[in-house]
């Protein structure tokens, strides 16, 4: 029996949800839900890999669930849980932790990047990341998973890891009542087309928006009021040339590039037709519509946010119904992996 199309996705809450986050996937989750069984996740437990203040923890766990929501994302139609009401994600990473090898771990580029210098002083828990990624998306066999570009790596180990697991099970896999050859998890598909898979910072057209960011002029948080968002768009880098007719013309120009695929992912535009209109146009024309355009969009989402976020016990009803609905399809696949394994049940 073929898998049932199941996108899964997951935001950590480990600080001001941003722009990036938006575009390369908040916004893209939205339409996935009129066509797709769809999860979206707040993963509270990827974010203590890091040291995360508890306080902070809770706030932002809220602040990414009332985010999908003010977004389109309906509680009805999508499941919206946080991960650790859902203890099975635990229990799926550990067996992964035995099936993936410390060679494909070492190799994570964000790893590296996180870890630094500093790689015998991080947690365990930052290393074994990808392995509670994978257990998030395997547990409900999604099929696709939309994310930025920067999450790229993290889902082709995902596909290593169910095909190691269907290989080195696959006796077991079939006396399970279980197809072999197509296997016990699916081999899902990065979801990650669209102008912004990679939104740059503000400040520097080479290096990614992030969470962490050192100047907050270079990033436009979600919950940033109508003038500072003008005020970032109005003083990001740029260089003096005006826009060209074609992307192509875009493709040594980092900083005109992010803020061209700004605009064509907030207007749902492709580039070429956001520079079918603006080529041959200055900054000064090109950076007053983007900041009309952002605040257009934005704005409206922060509001209902905010109103969310103050509505505490409406966000907890939402959340314990997210993990109902989420546990009813896990704990089926569990067991069955539990048989597959060997545990005595
Ligand atoms: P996180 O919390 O860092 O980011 C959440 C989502 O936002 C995207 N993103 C961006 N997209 C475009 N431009 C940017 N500058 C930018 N910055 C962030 C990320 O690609 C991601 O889609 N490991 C994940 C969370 C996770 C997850 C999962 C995702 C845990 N389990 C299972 C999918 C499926 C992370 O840290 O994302």
Same mark, same amino acid.
């Given at each position: 029996m073929p898998f049932t199309p199941r996108v899964f996705s997951g935001i950590k809450p480990s600080g001001d949800l941003h722009l990036g986050n938006y575009l390369g996937a908040i916004r893209r989750f939205v339409p996935l839900q009129e066509t797709h069984e769809t999860i979206y996740?707040?993963?509270?437990?990827?974010?203590?890999?890091?040291?995360?203040?508890?306080?902070d923890l809770r706030r932002w766990t809220y602040?990414?669930?009332?985010?999908?929501?003010?977004s389109g994302l309906d509680p009805k139609k999508s499941i919206i849980f946080n991960q650790s009401q859902v203890v099975e994600h635990a229990e799926l990473s550990w067996i992964f932790n035995c099936v993936a090898r410390m060679g494909w771990m070492s190799r994570m580029t964000q790893f590296k990047d996180k870890a630094g210098e500093n790689s015998e002083n991080v947690s365990l828990g930052l290393f074994a990341y990808p392995s509670l990624m994978a257990a998030d998306i395997l547990l409900y066999k999604s099929t696709g998973v939309p994310v930025g570009?920067?999450?790229?790596?993290?889902?082709?180990?995902t596909r290593d890891i169910a095909k190691k697991f269907n290989h080195d099970f696959k006796k077991q896999i079939a006396g399970n009542g279980f197809d072999a050859d197509e296997g016990f998890f699916p081999i899902t598909e990065t979801l990650s087309t669209g102008? &912004?898979?990679? $939104? %740059?910072?503000?400040?520097?057209?080479?290096?990614?928006?992030?969470?962490s960011d050192a100047s907050d002029m270079s990033t436009i948080y979600m919950m940033d009021e109508a003038d500072l968002i003008t005020k970032k768009i109005k003083k990001a880098t740029t260089d003096p040339?005006?826009?060209?007719?074609?992307?192509?013309?875009?493709?040594t120009r980092p900083e005109a590039q992010n803020l061209v695929a700004i605009?064509?992912?907030?207007?749902?535009?492709?580039?070429?037709?956001?520079?079918?209109?603006?080529?041959?146009?200055?900054?000064?024309?090109?950076?007053?519509?983007?900041a009309e355009l952002a605040v257009s969009v934005l704005s409206p989402v922060a509001t209902e946010m905010r109103r969310l976020v103050d509505d505490r016990g409406e966000m907890d009803r939402i959340?314990?119904?997210?993990?109902?609905?989420?546990?009813?399809? &896990?704990?089926? $696949? %569990?067991?069955d992996v539990r048989r597959i394994v060997g545990f005595v049940r």
């Open positions: 996740c707040v993963v509270d437990m990827h974010a203590i890999t890091v040291w995360q203040d508890p306080e602040e990414i669930a009332a985010a999908y929501i003010a570009d920067d999450q790229r790596q993290h889902l082709e180990l102008p &912004a898979m990679r $939104v %740059m910072s503000l400040r520097d057209g080479t290096k990614k928006m992030s969470k040339e005006p826009l060209p007719s074609e992307a192509k013309g875009l493709e605009f064509a992912a907030l207007s749902d535009r492709s580039v070429d037709d956001v520079l079918s209109e603006y080529g041959g146009q200055g900054w000064g024309k090109f950076k007053p519509a983007l959340l314990a119904d997210g993990a109902d609905r989420a546990r009813a399809i &896990a704990q089926p $696949v %569990m067991e």
